[in-house]
């Protein structure tokens, strides 16, 4: 049995935060000399990979189900379904990354199939994660205060609040 081949990997997806689901390379092919069908595939962020940012998905067809573990940083494509529905499916893999404050390391994807008999060698397409300074962010504000003249230092609005999402510590105001 010769195993199956992953080709035309190897691109890069540049990602920016807020970016939402994006398709990592819709430009990879398959194939299998003496197999018409495939039973799985694995994508895998194999370096650089953030648990609780990094996300893979894919779009579900032809009988080819999957799942991603958050913990591992695999998406498992099951069923049997042709060597050309598998490339679709492949095609249709996105990257997401959830933080508001993304680790910018590189992340390696890498990319296996599997005929039910032999695993295809891996081929790598990477990612590259910008991450976006978000401004600060002042809420709360807006009260009314009464002064009267001879009322002394007086609290202008003691309600407001400030928040960042990608940073602990403001440097002014």
Known sequence: NDAPVVSGAGGTLAFTEGDGATVIDDALSLSDVDSANLTGATV????????????????????????FSTSTGVLTLSGSATVAQYELALESVTYNNTSEDPSTLSRTITWRVNDGSSLSSAVTSTVTVAAVN???????????????????????????????VDSANLTGA
């Open 44 to 67: 895998t962020i194999s370096a650089n990979f953030a648990g609780g940012q990094d996300v893979l998905a894919f779009t579900a067809a032809n009988g080819i189900s999957g799942s």
């Open 134 to 164: 978000d401004a600060p962010v002042v809420s709360g504000a807006g009260g009314t205060l009464a002064f009267t003249e001879g009322d002394g230092a007086t609290v202008i609005d003691d309600a407001l609040s400030l928040s960042d």
